[in-house]
DNA sequence: ATTCATTTGAAACATTGTTTCATTTGATTG
DNA sequence: CAATCAAATGAAACAATGTTTCAAATGAAT
């Protein structure tokens, strides 16, 4: 689906930096951090835009945020099954060497049974450490 | 246990304001967020001593740095019992509304089954949203 | 093509965290 | 108890991340 496909498909207007944005997550494959989005937007970043967009995307359900540290966020394109109340299910592995995040996708986040009254909106089990390829690296 | 102790007992160097960080946190007994350590600490505080602080006693396993946000970051005292190599047992509770960071002792984090290869060196299950004294008070 | 609410981009600002370096302090030793 | 010296402190400058304001531009709809 292209960029432009997902935000008509989310009734979401269709400007030039969102489209962008969007293109180099999909480009991607893999969470990016602001910088990296930065370097692949080029010349159509802005930093108020993008974190307006990141806001305006993540309620739509298009993306969402993963606060891999408190320094370090990274931004993913949800999948589009996952549908509109997006709760991301899996674990999220940050490593302190190479700063890359890794969807642990064989590590599904445990049913929450939150005490009474309170409201899960969003969740996040951040494991961080070092990587299997920084690991043999060091050896 | 006093606050001199403890430093003793895990061999970190007593100092002034490493002696009224952790008095702030024991008088406290919830986590604290750094503004909030900075007024209880009043005048013994300085931003540069209370970052090198946290590390040191984070090293030492006498405190813990709880990522409820990007933008928020709390910190706890461990309990003595985990001794040294502490890893969180539990998930956190992050109140958007009242910013208020609420240790769920009833929600234990899974087991962890990383990929070969992966070292988890400490990990977070935050879960955030709005918390039950606030939603009651929405009504 | 025209309209008009929405979005953009630039700049100023706020907050969190780090680094440098001269000064101070607190354990240790004699 | 005084002298020593590595370790810790505090002040200031810096860096990175995120927000706000407001005039100008743009995109969807008629």
Redesign the interface.
């Known amino acids: 689906m292209t960029a432009s496909d997902i935000l008509d498909h989310h009734q979401v207007k269709k400007t030039t930096p969102r489209v962008a944005l969007i293109q180099a997550m999909q480009e991607a494959r893999v969470p990016l951090s602001e910088n990296e989005i930065k370097e692949r937007m080029g010349e159509l970043y802005d930093r108020a835009t993008f974190y307006r967009s990141v806001q305006t995307l993540s309620s739509a359900g298009i993306i969402h ?1 993963i ?1 891999a ?3 370090m ?1 990274k931004y993913a394109l949800n999948n589009c099954e996952n549908g509109h109340h997006h709760q991301v299910d899996h ?1 999220h ?1 940050f490593c ?1 060497q190479c700063h890359h995040l ?1 969807c ?1 996708k ?2 599904k ?2 049913t ?22 920084c ?2 690296q060091l050896k």
Chains 1, 2 share one sequence.
């Open positions: 945020r606060v540290d408190n320094v966020v674990a592995f302190r890794y642990l064989s590590i986040v445990q929450l049974d939150l005490p009474s009254g309170f409201v899960d909106e969003e969740h996040d089990l951040v494991i961080r450490g070092i990587c299997d390829q690991n043999s």
